[in-house]
């Protein structure tokens, strides 16, 4: 008799979700991510739920074991350098830097994990080839914040599920 492997069809709990990104939005000076453009016309705000939406959904859906509230924390928190990058002057780099002032700014205003922290610092692998994500949560954000990115500069940026 042959055997069939069950296939366990996982679910995003949405409610855990947005539970633990209210208790992240609603502190700190996360409602000023509402005044900076991230690409195209979203802004910083709208662009760090798409990532800690995406991330999630990933992660549950390929059923990796992962700290959830890690990474929905650091995939919320992973742009939060405070300031317009638009405005500032020419080659000042901010691709290469705006994960330290990221991870600095969250450590003032939140209490992280050490997974938090590390996908905050290695989101921007691999243009900061010396900050790997060696963490499976840092990978998962990596990622979808290259996916959101792409799709943001695109324009072909659909709702995310969770609004």
């Not at 995003?12 to 000023?32: C, H, K, L, Q, T």
């Not at 080659?91 to 938090?116: V, W």
């Not at 996908?119 to 990978?139: K, Q």
Request: glycine letters at 4%; charged letters at 25%.
């Amino acid at each position: 008799m042959k055997r069939i492997k069950r296939k366990f069809i996982r679910i995003p709990d949405w409610e855990f979700f947005r539970g633990v990104a209210n208790d992240i939005i609603s502190r700190g000076r996360y409602y000023m991510l509402n005044g900076f453009i991230a690409h195209s016309n979203v802004s910083v705000y709208m662009h760090s739920l798409k990532v800690a939406a995406l991330s999630y959904y990933i992660a549950v859906k390929s059923g990796v074991k992962c700290d959830l509230k890690s990474l929905i924390t650091g995939a919320l928190l992973h742009d939060y350098y405070l300031y317009d990058w638009h405005d500032n002057k020419p080659f000042t780099f901010h691709g290469l830097k705006h994960h330290k002032i990221a991870l600095k700014n969250a450590l003032e205003d939140y209490e992280l994990t050490k997974t938090a922290q590390s996908i905050i610092y290695t989101h921007m692998f691999p243009l900061t080839f010396w900050t790997i994500p060696w963490r499976t949560e840092a990978r998962i954000v990596m990622r979808a914040d290259k996916i959101v990115s792409m799709r943001e500069t695109l324009k072909r940026d659909p709702q995310p599920k969770f609004a």
